[in-house]
């Protein structure tokens, strides 16, 4: 601890001064770090769920973890979808319609050779480009015919699931 005093002699007010200024400066450069963390982001995508097949969707069905997460986050629910979920997966991780995405004419199985467009930027990647780490977890669904569609090389770190569609399910995989 300096006492002023000893050095008010030789710097007169002006060593007050510089303490207020420091102190303001050290003030201001933590509140710039701590509104520069950037938010957790969950995002989940519930494939074959109506509307209101959700606790707090004052639904019949009991879904307590997903009504905490509700209750505590924020619930997007105006993306439009399709009736099958290779064109809504395209359209949620691009932020364009499914048209615009090549995955207008519903999912493709095993034996086809396209995907999601190369040319496409996933919401994976705009994450991973601003410092956030990005994991999938599920059903891919969106190419897998070559290394190049697969989730960690669309800017997921990690991924867990199938890249299939409906032929597998989460007991048998």
């Not at 007169?12 to 001064?17: A, E, L």
């Not at 924020?74 to 090549?102: D, F, K, M, W």
């Not at 050779?113 to 480009?129: H, I, N, V």
Request: net charge negative; charged share 15%; glycine share 10%.
């Amino acid at each position: 601890q300096l006492d002023p005093d000893r050095f008010a002699w030789y710097f007169g007010d002006t060593f007050n001064q510089m303490k207020g200024v420091c102190s303001l400066w050290l003030l201001l450069m933590v509140s710039m770090a701590t509104a520069l963390t950037p938010p957790n982001i969950i995002y989940i995508l519930l494939d074959d769920w109506g509307y209101q097949d959700v606790g707090f969707r004052d639904s019949n069905i009991l879904t307590p973890n997903m009504d905490k997460l509700a209750r505590e986050g924020v619930i997007l629910q105006n993306h439009y979808v399709t009736p099958i979920c290779g064109p809504t997966r395209a359209s949620l991780l691009t932020g364009r319609y499914p048209i615009r995405t090549g995955y207008w004419n519903g999912n493709h199985g095993a034996a086809v050779q396209w995907g999601l467009p190369l040319d496409e930027t996933t919401m994976a990647e705009m994450l991973s480009r601003q410092g956030y780490s990005t994991h999938a977890i599920g059903k891919w669904h969106l190419g897998f015919h070559t290394e190049q569609y697969l989730p960690v090389r669309r800017g997921f770190d990690t991924f867990l699931g199938f890249v299939s569609s409906c032929d597998q399910d989460h007991f048998q995989h």
